[in-house]
């Protein structure tokens, strides 16, 4: 199986910046996306941003210009900066990864979350 554990969030005035992280670990036989979901109080759970094993990335309109997502495959991390935040962004955000495992030649697919981290935007 496949652990993920975060870092990186906190309390930030608006225009601040943040950078999240999160390394998986594990038995696996290689990852392929990994990326950001978050979800708000009494809101429902958004993709943030994605990146595939090749560095393809996708975004949320709302955060696009403003965060960044990079990978760093050797180390099975992804890092999600976020620059000029705003209080909407305010949210739990959860890491996640796509894992690929054989275990007696069979084939496992699956996803693993992180624990989450507490981003606030707040003057």
């Known amino acids: 199986q496949v652990q993920l554990v975060e870092s990186g969030g906190g309390l930030v005035q608006p225009g601040g910046s943040l950078r999240l992280s999160c390394a998986a670990s594990?038995?696996?036989?290689?990852?392929?996306?990994m990326g950001w979901y978050r979800q708000a109080p009494e809101k429902n759970r958004e993709l943030v941003a994605s990146i595939t094993s090749g560095g393809s990335t996708n975004y949320v309109d709302s955060v696009k210009g403003r965060f960044t997502i990079s990978r760093d495959n050797a180390k099975n991390a992804v890092l999600l900066q976020m620059n000029s935040l705003k209080p909407e962004d305010t949210a739990v955000y959860y890491c996640?990864?796509?894992?690929?495992?054989?275990?007696?030649?069979?084939?496992?697919?699956?996803?693993?979350w992180g624990q989450g981290t507490q981003v606030t935007v707040s003057s």
């Open positions: 996640y990864a796509d894992w690929t495992s054989y275990r007696d030649l069979v084939r496992r697919q699956g996803r693993s």
């Open positions: 594990g038995t696996f036989f290689s990852i392929s996306a």
